[in-house]
């Protein structure tokens, strides 16, 4: 079964725009929070990383926002630009085990 | 520094066929990682090595696939016989992992594999 949910399948973003997504997961004995970006022909590369003591964590124009007592993390993509038009993975461990969301294909318009 | 380093980066064979895909971990790496990645079931765990065991192979779905590592530079993925649903991309990842805290895994650019 999937023990990280993630929302949405895809979006499409106007430049300057936010761009939002939404993961979900049930296993408490996660504490890492990582997202992947994923290019065309690429490998999934760590963009943001996160870990239940903190709320919030903000990386240029990247912020990851955590809710541990409703077991969900997002991330933001603010002032969204074409070049940031990719595949984006949210996961969960609680040691060596990734486990990924089924991904989030966003597409910022010029 | 040189990034996990897959080969070939595409392979296309018949169905039967002895498929063999080969990584080169980051240097001082001490966890390697090998992923499917397809359309219907996104980035799956195939298997995970930590200093050049195999600690979790729970993913690999059937006989017909086996992983080594030699050493703690070189990995292979052999996929015999191969079937058309063996196709899709696979991603070596690795990592260092110490005694408490997870490290970052980092992905190649994957072999896009294609049985006919």
């Known amino acids: 079964q999937q023990q990280v949910k993630q929302s949405p399948q895809s979006l499409i973003v106007q430049k300057g725009g936010i761009s939002i997504i939404n993961c979900a997961y049930e296993?408490?004995?996660?504490?890492?929070f990582p997202w992947y970006q994923q290019f065309p022909g690429k490998g999934p590369a760590l963009l943001i990383a996160i870990r239940p003591d903190v709320s919030e964590k903000k990386e240029g124009r990247f912020t990851i926002s955590f809710n541990k007592s409703a077991k969900q993390f997002s991330l933001h993509i603010m002032d969204s630009q074409p070049g940031d038009s990719a595949t984006y993975f949210c996961a969960a461990a609680g040691d060596y085990k990734l486990s990924f969301g089924a991904g989030t294909t966003v597409t910022v318009r010029a | 520094d040189a990034g996990v380093i897959q080969s070939p980066r595409h392979e296309v064979t018949e169905m039967g066929q002895e498929v063999t895909l080969r990584c080169k971990p980051i240097?001082?790496?001490?966890?390697l990682f090998w992923y499917r990645q397809t359309m219907m079931r996104g980035l799956e765990l195939l298997i995970y090595f930590n200093n050049n065991v195999p600690i979790d192979d729970s993913g690999m779905p059937e006989d017909r696939f086996s992983a080594k590592m030699p050493n703690a530079s070189f990995s292979t993925l052999k996929i015999q016989p191969s079937e058309p649903r063996d196709s899709a991309v696979y991603f070596c990842?690795?990592?260092?992992?110490?005694?408490?805290?997870?490290?970052?895994?980092?992905f190649g650019d994957g072999t896009r594999l294609s049985i006919l």
């Open positions: 240097s001082g790496h001490n966890s």
């Open positions: 990842a690795s990592s260092l992992i110490g005694s408490k805290a997870i490290s970052p895994q980092h």
């Open positions: 296993n408490t004995a996660f504490d890492y």
